[in-house]
């Protein structure tokens, strides 16, 4: 746990889910190239690197306007979820020690909620069979704001609806992009470790306020 920050009076906490907490980067990992090669286009190399910072209705409109792809952007993301599906609904795991920091935070009466590029219906199946759902006020998606993580929509609407002030509210990211987002919004940022975003390891431990390697590791008192 690494602290940049000036101490602060923590009232909430806004949580990306995939790789923040949940194991679930590797079932993103080749989403866009399965997608690709079952209309027997090759993707590109740097497939992954293209998508990552952008929504599931941002990658539908790149897959239509680079290769053609001729469904609306809706069924597009329609056929993603349902690639999606099965993990979410049976095999995804929650991070190690993500139960005991959450319930922590749950008896200091911090706010909790979830700001995700994932769709919600996912976020909730999820959530309910890991036991987790209870822990967080609200969901909100790049969907219902109708933007992505290279905005900070997601997060400003986040923090309307918890009401409390920004200089009172982390951020909780795995991803340098969505990282970035935050920080140039104002807003105070925790970083989370997942192996998906080693190579940019270093520049999100220099952008971010807190660094979080092991959530087992980790105390409200850090904060």
């Known amino acids: 746990m690494k602290n940049k920050s000036h101490i602060i009076n923590f009232k909430a906490?806004?949580?990306?889910?995939?790789?923040?907490?949940?194991?679930?980067?590797?079932?993103?990992?080749?989403?866009?190239?399965?997608?690709?090669?079952?209309y027997n286009i090759e993707p590109p190399m740097n497939l992954r690197e293209i998508l990552k910072p952008m929504s599931l209705a941002q990658a539908a409109e790149?897959?239509?306007?680079?290769?053609?792809?001729?469904?609306?952007?809706?069924?597009?993301?329609?056929?993603?979820?349902?690639?999606?599906?099965?993990?979410?609904?049976?095999?995804?795991?929650?991070?190690?020690g993500v139960y005991g920091f959450l319930e922590n935070l749950k008896a200091s009466d911090i706010k909790m909620c979830i700001a995700t590029a994932t769709d919600k219906?996912?976020?909730?199946?999820?959530?309910?069979?890991l036991n987790l759902i209870g822990y967080f006020d609200f969901i909100i998606t790049c969907k219902c704001v109708?933007?992505?993580?290279?905005?900070?929509?997601?997060?400003?609407?986040?923090?309307k609806k918890l009401g409390t002030d920004i200089y009172e509210t982390i951020i909780f990211e795995d991803s340098l992009h969505a990282i970035k987002t935050a920080k140039n919004a104002g807003f105070i940022v925790a970083g989370v470790y997942d192996p998906s975003a080693q190579e940019d390891l270093e520049e999100i431990k220099k952008i971010c306020d807190y660094f979080i390697e092991d959530f087992n590791l980790l105390s409200i008192d850090d904060f």
């Open 62 to 96: 790149y897959f239509r306007k680079e290769f053609g792809i001729t469904e609306t952007s809706s069924e597009i993301v329609n056929q993603a979820n349902k690639m999606l599906e099965y993990a979410y609904f049976n095999t995804i795991e929650e991070k190690p």
């Open 121 to 129: 219906y996912l976020v909730e199946a999820a959530l309910k069979r």
């Open 146 to 159: 109708g933007a992505g993580k290279d905005s900070p929509v997601i997060y400003l609407e986040a923090l």
């Open 13 to 38: 906490g806004i949580f990306d889910l995939d790789g923040t907490i949940l194991n679930s980067m590797p079932v993103w990992d080749n989403l866009g190239a399965d997608y690709l090669k079952s």
